[in-house]
């Protein structure tokens, strides 16, 4: 099992239908959640912040 754990949740995450804590059987589905998010974020957010994965 892997987890997608988002450990400092900004204000725009929160305000947004994002999910914490996820869970995925392989390791390649959590690492192309992860890159999809980090897309979502860095693309949609305020921009005050840089996410990576």
């Known amino acids: ?8 949740e900004c ?3 929160k305000k947004s239908d994002m999910q914490n804590n996820l ?10 959640k ?3 998010m980090r897309d979502t974020m860095n693309d949609g957010f305020c ?3 840089n ?3």
Do not use: N, P, R
Not at 3 to 8: D, R, T
Not at 23 to 32: I, P, V
């Open 1 to 8: 099992m892997f987890k997608i754990i988002v450990e400092k």
């Open 11 to 13: 204000g725009c995450f």
């Open 23 to 32: 869970e995925f059987a392989s390791k390649d589905e959590a690492l192309l």
């Open 34 to 36: 992860t890159l999809d």
């Open 47 to 49: 921009g005050k912040h």
């Open 51 to 53: 996410f990576t994965h």
